[in-house]
């Protein structure tokens, strides 16, 4: 079956770190481009992403100016995963985090409809 299967999400409090992981079965994740995307409570899913890696020979990562500083993306193609390391979390940034198949674009990062995961929420509340 191909999926991918995003974990790590949990309730932090401001300040906090978690990580998130995005696993990939069925398929290999070395050609793709692999963007997090994010739904706030009672809005819809952003079409643009926080953060996007490229494929590791483009070594293209893009981070939304709002997430600069504070969120790294990194992935492990031995493990079929990329990862988003969150730091320093605010309320802000309380949403369910999707992870999918991206197209990295200069100053943007959009998903290119091939593959969705079902999403880990990630909650930063005192």
């Known amino acids: 079956q191909v999926q991918l299967v995003e974990s790590g999400g949990g309730l932090v409090q401001p300040g906090g770190s978690l990580r998130l992981s995005c696993a990939a079965s069925?398929?290999?994740?070395?050609?793709?481009?692999i963007g997090w995307f994010r739904q706030a409570p009672g809005k819809e899913r952003e079409g643009e992403g926080v953060s996007c890696i490229g494929t590791t020979s483009s070594g293209r990562t893009y981070y939304e100016d709002s997430v600069k500083g504070r969120f790294t993306i990194s992935r492990d193609d031995a493990k079929n995963t990329v990862y988003l390391q969150m730091n320093s979390l605010k309320p802000d940034d309380t949403a369910v985090y999707y992870c999918?198949?991206?197209?990295?674009?200069?100053?943007?990062?959009?998903?290119?409809?091939?593959?969705w995961g079902q999403g880990t929420q990630v909650t930063v509340s005192s």
């Open positions: 069925g398929f290999t994740l070395d050609y793709y481009a």
């Open positions: 999918a198949a991206a197209l990295v674009l200069h100053n943007r990062c959009v998903p290119d409809g091939k593959y």
